[in-house]
C-alpha cells in the first residue's frame, strides 16, 4: 500500500504570525501539505453577515511560501467568484514562483451565503454557478498551460491573452473541491490533477467510484488524478467542534478509520485546525503526528 501523505489544515481567523508558526511546526513535525481556505468571514449558514474576519488565502500563501521551505502549499479551495480567473492564475503563477513549485491550486464554485451578499458578490443557483466554473477553468487553465488562450463565454471573455508562466515551468496542480455526482465530479475528470471533498471513508469510496466512471466516459486513467479528503477529527473527546464529516474516538478507533480511507484509494489526508485556535490546533497536530501517524503501517 502506498505511503498516506497527511496535511495540515492551517486557521485563516488566526494571526498572519501564529499561520506562520504554526506553518513551521507542521513541517518540522513531519506533515506533508499545509492548506488554507478561501473565506472572508465565518459561514452563518444564511446571507446574515458575520464580524469575524478571515485573512486572505494567497497573502498567506505567499508568507507561507518565502518561510516554508518543503512542504506542499494548498488553497482548499479558491471561489471562483471572488476573483477573475486570469486574476487567479496570475495569483497562482506568483506563489507557486516563489515557493519553488509547490503550490497545489485548488477551485471551487463558490457556495458561502454570507460572504457573497456582504461584498456584493453574484452567486447564482447551482447550475449557473457550475456553469459559470466550467468557463473559468477553461480561462485558467489556459492561461497556466498554453501558449495563449482566448475564451468567449457568458461569463468570462479573454482574447489571445498569453501564458502566466513560462514554458518551461513545472506544472502547477489543479485540484478542484467537489462532491456533486452528476455534474462535478464529471468536472473534475475532465480538467483536475487532483480532487478533494469532505467524507467519511464509505462516502468517498462512494465518490471515487463515481468519479472512476466519470474517467472512463471522457477516456481517461482514473489513476492520474491524486485525491485527498478531511474530516473534523475528536481524538478522545479532544475535537474542535463540528464539521462536514466527523471521525471520533480513540487513537486506535481512529487509526482504523484512516486505514479504511486508504484502502478505498485515499493518497492524502488533511486534518483541519480550522475550528479553534492556534494551540488547539497544535494540540490536535501533535497527537495526529505523535500518536497516530506512527501506527499507519
Given at each position: 500500500?502506498?505511503?498516506?501523505?497527511?496535511?495540515?489544515?492551517?486557521?485563516?481567523?488566526?494571526?498572519?504570525?501564529?499561520?506562520?508558526?504554526?506553518?513551521?511546526?507542521?513541517?518540522?513535525?513531519?506533515?506533508?501539505?499545509?492548506?488554507?481556505?478561501?473565506?472572508?468571514?465565518?459561514?452563518?449558514?444564511?446571507?446574515?453577515?458575520?464580524?469575524?474576519?478571515?485573512?486572505?488565502?494567497?497573502?498567506?500563501?505567499?508568507?507561507?511560501?518565502?518561510?516554508?521551505?518543503?512542504?506542499?502549499?494548498?488553497?482548499?479551495?479558491?471561489?471562483?467568484?471572488?476573483?477573475?480567473?486570469?486574476?487567479?492564475?496570475?495569483?497562482?503563477a506568483t506563489v507557486d514562483g516563489l515557493s519553488g513549485g509547490r503550490?497545489?491550486?485548488?477551485?471551487?464554485?463558490?457556495?458561502?451565503?454570507?460572504?457573497?451578499?456582504?461584498?456584493?458578490?453574484?452567486?447564482?443557483?447551482?447550475?449557473?454557478?457550475?456553469?459559470?466554473?466550467?468557463?473559468?477553468?477553461?480561462?485558467?487553465?489556459?492561461?497556466?498551460?498554453?501558449?495563449?488562450?482566448?475564451?468567449?463565454?457568458?461569463?468570462?471573455?479573454?482574447?489571445?491573452?498569453?501564458?502566466?508562466?513560462?514554458?518551461?515551468?513545472?506544472?502547477?496542480?489543479?485540484?478542484?473541491?467537489?462532491?456533486?455526482?452528476?455534474?462535478?465530479?464529471?468536472?473534475?475528470?475532465?480538467?483536475a490533477d487532483e480532487w478533494n471533498c469532505w467524507s467519511t471513508p464509505?462516502?468517498?469510496?462512494?465518490?471515487?467510484?463515481?468519479?472512476?466512471?466519470?474517467?472512463?466516459?471522457?477516456?481517461?486513467?482514473?489513476?492520474?488524478?491524486?485525491?485527498?479528503?478531511?474530516?473534523?477529527?475528536?481524538?478522545?473527546?479532544?475535537?474542535?467542534?463540528?464539521?462536514?464529516?466527523?471521525?471520533?474516538?480513540?487513537?486506535?478507533?481512529?487509526?482504523?478509520?484512516?486505514?479504511?480511507?486508504?484502502?478505498?484509494?485515499l493518497d492524502e489526508l488533511i486534518v483541519p485546525g480550522i475550528r479553534?485556535?492556534?494551540?488547539?490546533?497544535?494540540?490536535?497536530?501533535?497527537?495526529?503526528?505523535?500518536?497516530?501517524?506512527?501506527?499507519?503501517?
Amino acid at each position: 500500500m502506498s505511503t498516506l501523505a497527511i496535511g495540515a489544515w492551517l486557521g485563516t481567523s488566526w494571526s498572519p504570525d501564529e499561520v506562520v508558526t504554526v506553518g513551521r511546526e507542521v513541517e518540522a513535525a513531519g506533515y506533508d501539505g499545509i492548506w488554507l481556505a478561501d473565506h472572508f468571514m465565518n459561514n452563518t449558514g444564511t446571507e446574515e453577515r458575520s464580524g469575524s474576519r478571515n485573512l486572505e488565502v494567497f497573502g498567506l500563501l505567499a508568507g507561507l511560501a518565502t518561510t516554508v521551505p518543503r512542504v506542499r502549499l494548498g488553497s482548499l479551495v479558491a471561489s471562483m467568484t471572488y476573483r477573475h480567473p486570469a486574476v487567479l492564475a496570475n495569483i497562482a503563477a506568483t506563489v507557486d514562483g516563489l515557493s519553488g513549485g509547490r503550490l497545489v491550486l485548488g477551485v471551487g464554485t463558490g457556495w458561502q451565503l454570507n460572504e457573497h451578499a456582504a461584498y456584493g458578490l453574484p452567486l447564482g443557483p447551482p447550475r449557473e454557478r457550475i456553469d459559470r466554473f466550467v468557463e473559468g477553468l477553461d480561462v485558467l487553465t489556459g492561461l497556466l498551460r498554453d501558449d495563449s488562450t482566448t475564451v468567449d463565454g457568458e461569463y468570462y471573455t479573454v482574447s489571445d491573452a498569453p501564458r502566466v508562466v513560462a514554458a518551461d515551468a513545472p506544472r502547477t496542480p489543479l485540484l478542484i473541491g467537489a462532491s456533486g455526482e452528476r455534474r462535478m465530479l464529471g468536472v473534475v475528470a475532465r480538467y483536475a490533477d487532483e480532487w478533494n471533498c469532505w467524507s467519511t471513508p464509505e462516502l468517498f469510496a462512494h465518490k471515487s467510484a463515481v468519479l472512476d466512471e466519470h474517467c472512463a466516459r471522457v477516456g481517461r486513467d482514473p489513476r492520474t488524478i491524486r485525491r485527498s479528503t478531511q474530516a473534523i477529527i475528536d481524538i478522545d473527546g479532544e475535537g474542535l467542534g463540528p464539521g462536514s464529516a466527523v471521525v471520533s474516538g480513540s487513537v486506535a478507533e481512529i487509526v482504523d478509520v484512516i486505514g479504511r480511507w486508504r484502502e478505498a484509494g485515499l493518497d492524502e489526508l488533511i486534518v483541519p485546525g480550522i475550528r479553534g485556535t492556534a494551540d488547539q490546533a497544535r494540540r490536535l497536530f501533535d497527537r495526529i503526528m505523535g500518536e497516530i501517524v506512527p501506527q499507519l503501517v
